[in-house]
């Protein structure tokens, strides 16, 4: 019932104005008890009042961005069909096929939309196949967006494809959301990924897609079928890649100035060889082959190790995706334990993305510091749960010598009167400024080297205070400054590799650039809705 202005102005509690509305929404959030009512509470409050959500957001990143995103991001996820609201994002279903874009015209913004984070739901960060509940890791994705880079929310859109799902549980969930189906073969599956995709670039011609959590096999086949095609990139290969070269650069700088092992003698082992383990792989040695060493030499530098061991290029049924980097130069027997891996291999630095909680055991941590000054550890799986190694037992298993970077958020540890500070090695840092760069460039694809110069521009923008304090990922509330230089490094790129479409941009000087991409940030303003009546 909508009540006369004056009359419906008498139900605002008279004081309600003049009353710190940050500071009620924070008490509110502190007094929820678990990650997920927090995510619950955060997500109304979006609703009710996108300003002043946002404003909290990029007030209070250390403290809201674990709870939008990883890792409780995770648990919004496995929970869904339980905690389900309001429609927040598209879903695009199997059953659509045929007649995507009526779908896809069904979404209010139309053509204005710039970014969509599109999900199968088939690989929600470690957490295997969610089906209709992945939405939330689109829905996290894009509040980074708007937070991180300044995209404006009402250009964005969250995309969920349900294809049904293999989970057995939510097929038997009756409050599962869910088309409950198994998935379709690879046949119908690319029928429907080539409509939605045609569809996509029609209805919303101005758009970046960026494809997330998609499993493995079908997160590089769908890459590398649209990548030439459509203004796309996928966050778990590229994304990936390029934040942990970044902070592998910084961490090998660190370890090398404590060591004095040059960047061509690291020899990097990679427990878990899926889309990200892969992704970050082909980063590194695309970067050394930038260096100078030839492919072979570059490649050389790379172990990799599924759940199955070492990969070598002797195993039979090797899926494509783990050949290029399957070791030729070892003729032992199997070699399937960590421990024996690494007392082969002597890596300088051991990158975990398996979905294995704790596989870096004090073994293995004590043996990588026994032949490293500075061992470079990173476990980079998500949510923090499944994460390979905790900060405080790296800290302590190696004294203190560890250059640390984890996929999920840990608080700074205190060890013998120093207190150490963690990276997070999460895309969370390059995704934002890759999406600002090639849609204001109008790039027509993301090419490789706009992931490649993302990177460089984040390892490049560590601050004097930073780099004292031995940070390799600068700190998250400087994220909007980041993503700008990153979004100028991007630009450049498209400008070289000829793809982009704007060419306003040619003319100006960097700083301009500059200037006028962090002008083009979106802002919340104060003006807070009133209260609904
Ligand atoms: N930090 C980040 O920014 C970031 C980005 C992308 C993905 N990730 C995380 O990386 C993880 C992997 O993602 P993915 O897409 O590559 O998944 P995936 O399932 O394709 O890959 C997992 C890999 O680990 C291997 N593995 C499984 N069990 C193992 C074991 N016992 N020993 C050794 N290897 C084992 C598998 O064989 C596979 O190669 C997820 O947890 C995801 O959240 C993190
Ligand atoms: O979502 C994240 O936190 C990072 C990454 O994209 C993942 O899949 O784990
Ligand atoms: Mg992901």
Redo the contacts with the bound molecule.
């Keep these: 019932m909508s009540l006369p202005m004056p009359l419906a102005a008498a139900r605002i509690p008279p004081y309600f104005l003049n009353t710190d509305h940050r500071q009620r929404s924070l008490t509110q959030l502190r007094s929820k008890h678990t990650g997920l009512e927090q995510y619950i509470y955060l997500n109304g409050l979006k609703e009710r009042d996108p300003n002043l959500f946002y404003e909290i957001l990029l007030g209070n990143m250390l403290e809201i961005i674990p709870i939008l995103y990883t890792p409780t991001v995770g648990d919004a996820c496995s929970n869904y069909s339980h905690i389900w609201r309001r429609p927040e994002g598209l879903y695009v279903t199997i059953e659509n096929k045929g007649h995507i874009r009526q779908v896809l015209r069904s979404w209010p913004t139309g053509a204005a939309a710039r970014i969509a984070v599109v999900t199968d739901g088939s690989r929600i960060?470690g957490l295997g196949d969610l089906g209709a509940n992945g939405l939330p890791?689109a829905i996290g994705k894009l509040d980074l967006y708007i937070g991180g880079a300044g995209i404006k929310p009402t250009t964005t859109v969250p995309i969920c494809l349900d294809l049904g799902t293999n989970t057995e549980k939510f097929i038997n969930d009756p409050l599962y959301l869910g088309v409950r189906r198994k998935r379709p073969d690879t046949a119908e599956m690319d029928e429907f990924m080539n409509e939605f995709m045609e569809g996509m670039k029609e209805v919303f011609p101005q758009l970046l897609v960026q494809f997330?959590?998609f499993s493995t096999d079908n997160a590089f086949r769908y890459l590398e079928m649209f990548r030439n095609k459509y203004r796309c990139f996928n966050?778990?290969i590229q994304g990936t890649g390029s934040v942990v070269l970044s902070g592998f650069l910084n961490a090998a700088r660190l370890a090398s100035s404590a060591a004095g092992t040059p960047l061509h003698d690291q020899r990097i082992l990679f427990f878990g060889a899926g889309s990200a383990g892969i992704g970050v792989a082909k980063q590194l040695t695309s970067f050394f082959t930038l260096l100078g060493m030839s492919e072979e030499e570059a490649r050389s530098r790379i172990y990799t190790v599924d759940s199955k061991g070492l990969i070598t290029a002797d195993r039979k049924g090797l899926q494509e995706h783990k050949k290029y980097f399957a070791r030729t130069d070892y003729q032992g027997p199997p070699l399937t334990s960590l421990i024996d891996i690494i007392d082969y291999v002597k890596p300088t630095a051991l990158l975990g993305l398996s979905t294995i909680h704790k596989a870096f055991t004090e073994d293995v941590v004590r043996m990588m510091a026994s032949f490293n000054t500075r061992p470079i550890i990173f476990p980079l799986s998500n949510p923090v749960s499944l994460c390979e190694l905790d900060y405080t037992d790296a800290i302590h298993w190696t004294n203190g010598s560890v250059v640390f970077a984890s996929g999920s958020p840990y608080k700074p540890h205190e060890f013998e009167g120093k207190v150490y500070e963690p990276g997070q090695g999460n895309n969370m840092y390059i995704f934002p400024g890759i999406g600002m760069g090639a849609i204001l460039s109008k790039a027509r694809h993301v090419t490789d080297s706009m992931v490649e110069q993302a990177s460089i521009a984040l390892a490049g923008s560590l601050s004097a205070d930073e780099t004292s304090s031995e940070l390799i990922y600068p700190r998250l509330t400087r994220i909007r400054d980041i993503s700008a230089q990153i979004a100028l490094a991007v630009i450049r790129a498209a400008q070289k590799d000829n793809v982009d479409e704007n060419s306003l941009f040619r003319n100006l000087s960097d700083d301009a650039l500059l200037e006028y991409i962090k002008a083009k940030q979106w802002q919340p303003t104060n003006a807070h809705s009133l209260p609904r009546l």
Aim: charged share 65%.
């Design positions: 960060l890791i997330e959590d966050d778990d």
